[in-house]
């Protein structure tokens, strides 16, 4: 045992603010990145979720639902990857909660480290799960009769899309995090918001076979967009509005949460 | 509230007139500390005197309602990033991350406090072998015992090697002999050189680890000193004996009268104190034995807190008719 070691100088070095959010921000990310990998039910959530929506779709409800022109594997497979990058934000929700409730988020605070970057790594392990979801609802769309005709340019849009959607909604569910009072809300509480919000939308039946007041929010929220704007790039259904909508929104939502969550944040620590 | 060092460059910490509510329930009523440089302060209290909130302030999580609180130098609030640079922090509850092994938990650290990755690497090294973390160091934390995550967890605010520790409650929960160890490397802490403030509900936690004990209770400060003249205050140790018989009760109550002792007669409790220990006992068993009185047992305990709070708040009758007899 070397005592003398506790007094071995260790001086910190010197960077801008700037670096020092993105260094920190890279070790939470790391971190919340290490969790995907070491914790069991997370990897199979990634992979049974995506799977078992699109099975029970497909050959379920599939049958029963008239989509025109298009296959019901085709029309389908925007709304189930739309979907799923959407519940895959939940793990923001339940992990930030985590940290929340446990010890180490005053550790973290009681440290040099810029503030945002807890979140903003718990944000950044969403991407990741959200890639291999992503590759996975590819995978299991191909096996169910999906057949794109999309474009490699097509492609990226719906790749960057995707990526922009999942940080406006990880966001939106990093506040989620924040506000819920125990961890058995943080697993409930993006569901409730969530399961509606992709039903009420493109995502499984057309919209117009919905009545008024439900139509007419299916038609203009943002999912639906997002939804309607990838399965024209993939399969070539009409675009219309809904790309610069999709984005325009993503943006809008992204702009709104991250004040929000930096203000909660703070806000949590003088409780 | 008389302070022990009065230059303020020798203080680590100094706090002045600290207040703190939480919506409208007063938890800090203006409470002043001066921790001497490399010394160990213990704030002893029960649960809710406000221990956790005072340490939660100084190490810049909450911000105080009023007074004034300087860590090595800094202003709490004003300068809440030089504080932090200075400060390593062990909560009540081990902050470890589960999943991450115990290497890896101590090597973010190292890099969130700013360290170079080498120094990072060496600090991890140097801390594991000291907390003899070494062979579980690639093991997952969330296989660790208990004790194993709390000298983790001590080891992670020392990673940066920072002149004050903050220590909320380090051996609640903890088995005897994870305690004992605990309060090795605490001392050894001290004897390098770092300047400890930690929390405690166990006199003889403060006993054994601090130069200064600072009595807190309903979140102001009842009494402070070295644990000698605190004890001096509380009294000194106790033998407990209880008489066989009810009848002989009165006649060994009278036998040792003289000696400052407390008597519950409906169990045959005679607490005597022994201010000179064996000596004590001795005349005792000397004089029971001469009045032919018989006891059932004997036992010697320290002052506990209780004896502490029971002195210092005053609240002497606790519904148990004991009634204290002074010489």
């Given at each position: 045992?070397?005592?003398?070691?506790?007094?071995a100088p260790?001086?910190p070095?010197?960077?801008?603010d700037?670096?020092?959010?993105?260094?920190?921000?890279?070790?939470?990310?790391?971190?919340?990145?290490?969790h995907?990998?070491?914790?069991?039910?997370?990897?199979?959530?990634l992979?049974?979720?995506?799977?078992?929506?699109?099975l029970?779709?497909?050959?379920?409800?599939?049958?029963a639902i008239?989509?025109?022109?298009?296959?019901?594997a085709?029309?389908l497979?925007?709304?189930i990857?739309?979907?799923?990058l959407?519940?895959?934000?939940n793990?923001?929700?339940?992990?930030?909660?985590?940290?929340?409730?446990?010890?180490?988020?005053?550790?973290?605070?009681?440290?040099?480290?810029?503030?945002?970057?807890?979140i903003?790594?718990?944000?950044?392990?969403?991407?990741?799960?959200?890639?291999?979801?992503g590759?996975?609802?590819?995978?299991?769309?191909l096996?169910?009769?999906?057949?794109?005709?999309?474009?490699?340019?097509e492609?990226?849009?719906?790749?960057?899309?995707?990526?922009?959607?999942?940080?406006?909604?990880?966001?939106?569910?990093?506040?989620?995090?924040?506000?819920?009072?125990?961890?058995?809300?943080?697993?409930?509480?993006?569901?409730?918001?969530?399961f509606?919000?992709?039903?009420?939308?493109?995502?499984f039946?057309?919209?117009?076979?919905?009545?008024?007041?439900?139509?007419?929010?299916a038609?203009?929220?943002?999912?639906?967009?997002?939804i309607?704007?990838?399965?024209a790039?993939?399969?070539?259904?009409?675009?219309g509005?809904?790309?610069?909508?999709?984005?325009?929104?993503?943006?809008?939502?992204?702009?709104?949460?991250?004040?929000?969550?930096?203000?909660?944040?703070?806000?949590?620590?003088?409780? | 509230?008389?302070?022990?060092?009065?230059?303020?460059?020798?203080?680590?910490?100094?706090?002045?007139n600290?207040?703190?509510s939480?919506?409208?329930?007063?938890?800090?009523?203006?409470?002043?500390?001066?921790?001497?440089?490399?010394?160990?302060?213990?704030?002893?209290?029960?649960?809710?005197?406000?221990?956790?909130?005072?340490?939660?302030?100084l190490?810049?999580?909450?911000?105080?309602?009023g007074?004034?609180a300087?860590?090595n130098?800094?202003?709490?609030?004003?300068?809440?990033?030089e504080?932090?640079?200075?400060?390593?922090?062990?909560?009540q509850?081990?902050?470890?991350?589960?999943?991450?092994?115990?290497?890896?938990?101590?090597?973010?650290?190292?890099?969130?406090?700013?360290?170079?990755?080498?120094?990072a690497?060496?600090r991890?090294?140097?801390?594991?072998?000291?907390?003899?973390?070494?062979?579980?160091?690639?093991?997952?934390?969330?296989?660790?015992?208990?004790?194993?995550k709390?000298?983790?967890?001590?080891?992670?605010s020392?990673?940066?090697?920072?002149?004050?520790?903050?220590?909320?409650?380090?051996?609640?929960?903890?088995?005897?002999?994870?305690?004992?160890?605990?309060?090795?490397?605490?001392?050894q802490?001290?004897n390098?050189?770092?300047?400890?403030?930690?929390t405690?509900?166990?006199?003889?936690?403060?006993?054994?680890?601090?130069?200064?004990?600072?009595?807190?209770?309903?979140?102001?400060v009842?009494?402070?000193?070295?644990?000698n003249?605190?004890?001096?205050?509380?009294g000194?140790?106790?033998?407990?004996?209880?008489?066989?018989?009810?009848?002989?009760?009165?006649?060994?109550?009278?036998?040792?009268?003289?000696?400052?002792?407390?008597?519950n007669?409906?169990?045959?409790?005679?607490?005597i104190?022994?201010?000179?220990?064996?000596?004590?006992?001795?005349?005792?068993?000397?004089?029971?034995?001469?009045?032919q009185?018989?006891?059932?047992?004997?036992?010697m305990?320290?002052?506990?807190?209780?004896?502490?709070?029971?002195?210092?708040?005053?609240?002497?009758?606790?519904?148990?008719?004991?009634?204290?007899?002074?010489?």
């Amino acid at each position: 045992m070397s005592e003398m070691s506790l007094l071995a100088p260790v001086r910190p070095e010197r960077h801008s603010d700037l670096f020092w959010l993105v260094s920190d921000s890279w070790i939470m990310a790391k971190r919340s990145i290490m969790h995907i990998i070491r914790s069991m039910d997370q990897v199979l959530s990634l992979i049974l979720f995506p799977i078992m929506f699109m099975l029970l779709n497909r050959y379920v409800l599939g049958g029963a639902i008239d989509t025109g022109d298009v296959s019901y594997a085709n029309y389908l497979f925007a709304g189930i990857l739309i979907q799923t990058l959407a519940f895959g934000a939940n793990y923001t929700t339940i992990n930030l909660a985590v940290d929340m409730k446990e010890g180490i988020v005053d550790r973290f605070r009681s440290l040099p480290m810029s503030s945002s970057a807890l979140i903003i790594g718990h944000i950044a392990a969403d991407l990741v799960r959200n890639v291999i979801s992503g590759i996975i609802i590819v995978l299991a769309g191909l096996a169910v009769g999906f057949r794109p005709n999309a474009s490699a340019a097509e492609w990226l849009y719906v790749i960057g899309l995707a990526l922009l959607f999942t940080l406006a909604i990880s966001w939106l569910s990093a506040i989620l995090g924040l506000l819920v009072k125990s961890l058995e809300a943080a697993q409930w509480v993006g569901f409730v918001l969530i399961f509606p919000l992709t039903f009420v939308s493109s995502a499984f039946v057309p919209t117009h076979t919905m009545p008024g007041a439900i139509r007419t929010f299916a038609e203009n929220q943002p999912m639906t967009h997002a939804i309607n704007a990838i399965r024209a790039w993939l399969v070539g259904a009409p675009l219309g509005d809904s790309a610069w909508l999709s984005v325009v929104w993503s943006i809008a939502l992204i702009a709104v949460s991250v004040p929000i969550t930096s203000w909660l944040f703070r806000r949590h620590s003088v409780q | 509230m008389a302070t022990p060092y009065s230059n303020a460059a020798d203080n680590a910490i100094v706090v002045r007139n600290l207040q703190k509510s939480f919506k409208d329930i007063k938890v800090l009523h203006g409470i002043d500390i001066t921790v001497r440089r490399g010394s160990i302060l213990a704030l002893l209290g029960p649960n809710g005197a406000g221990k956790t909130t005072t340490i939660r302030i100084l190490s810049t999580l909450l911000p105080p309602d009023g007074g004034e609180a300087r860590v090595n130098g800094y202003d709490v609030v004003q300068q809440a990033c030089e504080v932090r640079s200075s400060i390593g922090l062990t909560g009540q509850f081990a902050a470890v991350d589960a999943y991450l092994t115990g290497e890896e938990n101590l090597l973010m650290l190292g890099r969130l406090y700013r360290l170079s990755r080498a120094d990072a690497k060496r600090r991890t090294q140097e801390l594991l072998e000291q907390f003899d973390l070494v062979d579980a160091a690639r093991r997952p934390v969330k296989t660790y015992s208990g004790g194993m995550k709390r000298r983790l967890d001590l080891a992670m605010s020392l990673i940066a090697a920072p002149p004050i520790i903050f220590l909320d409650e380090p051996t609640t929960g903890l088995d005897p002999r994870s305690r004992l160890s605990m309060w090795t490397l605490i001392k050894q802490l001290a004897n390098n050189g770092t300047t400890i403030l930690l929390t405690t509900q166990y006199m003889d936690e403060a006993d054994h680890l601090a130069d200064w004990i600072v009595v807190i209770d309903e979140g102001r400060v009842i009494a402070e000193g070295d644990a000698n003249s605190l004890k001096a205050r509380v009294g000194s140790d106790h033998v407990d004996l209880i008489i066989s018989r009810n009848s002989s009760f009165t006649l060994a109550q009278e036998l040792v009268n003289g000696q400052q002792m407390q008597a519950n007669p409906e169990q045959r409790i005679l607490s005597i104190a022994a201010s000179d220990g064996a000596a004590t006992i001795k005349r005792v068993l000397q004089r029971f034995e001469e009045g032919q009185i018989e006891i059932e047992s004997l036992t010697m305990r320290r002052p506990t807190l209780d004896d502490v709070f029971l002195f210092l708040t005053g609240n002497g009758s606790n519904g148990n008719a004991k009634e204290i007899i002074h010489e």
